[in-house]
T-cell receptor, first 115, second 112 residues
């Protein structure tokens, strides 16, 4: 079946502009995660959605970052007033259940470059 | 603060030999560990995992060893193949049960 998809694959934007990144999880997966990987770094957890529960936003680096998810489907990550330090690959993952004992299935990522 | 550390950014191994990738962690609450493999322009893919109640897990050519007292785990690939060339990430969970803490990765190159 189809894996996790993300769009766009690449996004170049100017400092100060807003960007919206999209993630389509695997159908039937109730849990969805956003991570960020900056150059030379590991993946940083950003936010977690599980079903209709309140999301865990503890990893969001600032209030310029927000994410939404409609039910158990598409999620969008929005970065307002982008800064150069926001440049990174943004990865989305999904799992069938709430715990990471289930392997997380990752999308290919969106490479964001802020000029 | 990096709770999962992969201190070797790169490793080069000849085809047929053993590749050993190392990972250290600082948080004693971590109770589940995973290795992911990543090719360029693709997302990470799950490779193998181990629970803290075990000290070894094997899957084909891949074996993960866990030393809880040393807070250290390693991934062994035997025999290494050129197709194994990729970046390998060590990850751990435990505090929340869902968010993974990743190391910075080790780039493995297997030469023919």
């Amino acid at each position: 079946g189809a894996g996790v998809s993300q769009s766009p694959s690449n996004k170049v934007t100017e400092k100060g502009k807003d960007v919206e990144l999209r993630c389509d999880p695997i159908s039937g997966h109730t849990a969805l995660y956003w991570y960020r990987q900056r150059l030379g770094q590991g993946l940083e957890f950003l936010i977690y959605f599980q079903g209709n529960s309140a999301p865990d936003k503890s990893g969001l680096p600032s209030d310029r970052f927000s994410a939404e998810r409609t039910g158990e489907s598409v999620s969008t990550l929005t970065i307002q007033r982008t800064q150069q330090e926001d440049s990174a690959v943004y990865l989305c993952a999904s799992t069938p259940g709430r715990i990471s004992y289930n392997e997380q299935f990752f999308g290919p990522g969106t490479r964001l470059t802020v000029l | 603060d990096q709770q999962v550390k992969q201190n070797s950014p790169s490793l080069s191994v000849q085809e047929g030999r053993i590749s050993i990738l190392n990972c250290d962690y600082t948080n004693s609450m971590f109770d589940y560990f995973l290795w992911y493999k990543k090719y360029p322009a693709e997302g990470p893919t799950f490779l193998i995992s181990i629970s803290s109640i075990k000290d070894k897990n094997e899957d084909g050519r891949f074996t993960v060893f866990l030393n809880k007292s040393a807070k250290h785990l390693s991934l062994h690939i035997v025999p290494s193949q050129p197709g194994d060339s990729a970046v390998y990430f060590c990850a751990a969970s435990g505090d929340s049960g869902y968010a993974l803490n990743f190391g910075k990765g080790t780039s493995l190159l297997v030469t023919p």
